[in-house]
Nanobody, 124 residues
Framework: QVQLVESGGGLVQAGGSLRLSCAASGRIFSTYTMAWFRQAPGKEREFVAAISWSGGSSAYADSVKGRFTISRDNAKNTGYLQMNSLKPEDTAVYHC?????????????????WGQGTQVTVSS
């Protein structure tokens, strides 16, 4: 089992930045691919970014490419999502997710473990 806890969300003006953190406990974090998904009210959960267990490969949704950066520190059992140039349409609850396996897949159904989420609100 892996437990995931997100933090770092909040209210920010358009153009601002936030860094989300995902603290993991339980099984060895370094063996898990990690991802961030988000869900806005009335919408389905959507892929944001993913990173392989080694950090050697990553993937991003087109909507966040060039603005968001996913990273991880396996020594600290923590993953991160640096979000720059935020837009009102980035407003959502952001969830951290983990899966065994080396592929940084964008498919929500491939992830076994989920955090409760952290709210990000971007004002215009």
């Amino acid at each position: 089992q892996v437990q995931l806890v997100e933090s770092g969300g909040g209210l920010v003006q358009a153009g601002g930045s936030l860094r989300l953190s995902c603290a993991a406990s339980g099984r060895i974090f370094s063996t898990y691919t990690m991802a961030w998904f988000r869900q806005a009210p009335g919408k389905e959960r959507e892929f944001v970014a993913a990173i392989s267990w080694s950090g050697g490969s990553s993937a991003y949704a087109d909507s966040v490419k060039g603005r968001f950066t996913i990273s991880r520190d396996n020594a600290k059992n923590t993953g991160y999502l640096q979000m720059n140039s935020l837009k009102p349409e980035d407003t959502a609850v952001y969830h951290c997710a983990g899966r065994l396996g080396s592929v940084a897949t964008p498919k929500v159904g491939r992830y076994d473990y989920w955090g409760q989420g952290t709210q990000v609100t971007v004002s215009s």
